[in-house]
């Protein structure tokens, strides 16, 4: 009897792992799409009001543009691995 709860839970183990990779995958490509969405915007602020630090007087929107490529980045990888798989012989 306990060698059928086995082979059950391995048959449904990869499904459900398969399941939890997209999601997670999906998950993070939205809020890094929405970080990156909403650090652009800072950035342009930052850009329009000529902020600076307020010791040095170092312009802000230069410290932007490395977060903002970072973040799309992130997104597009993101997304693309919810949408093609990982590539690990799980069926999705």
């Not at 040095?56 to 799309?72: M, R």
């Amino acid at each position: 009897m306990s060698e059928s709860f086995i082979l059950e839970s391995q048959i449904r183990l990869p499904y459900r792992y398969a399941v939890g990779k997209w999601y997670g995958a999906f998950l993070l490509g939205l809020t890094m799409a929405l970080l990156a969405w909403r650090t652009a915007l800072g950035g342009l602020n930052a850009w329009n009001t000529q902020a600076g630090s307020m010791m040095l007087g170092f312009p802000e929107w230069i410290v932007y543009c490395g977060i903002v490529p970072a973040l799309a980045l992130t997104a597009v990888i993101g997304l693309v691995q919810a949408l093609r798989g990982f590539g690990d012989g799980v069926r999705e």
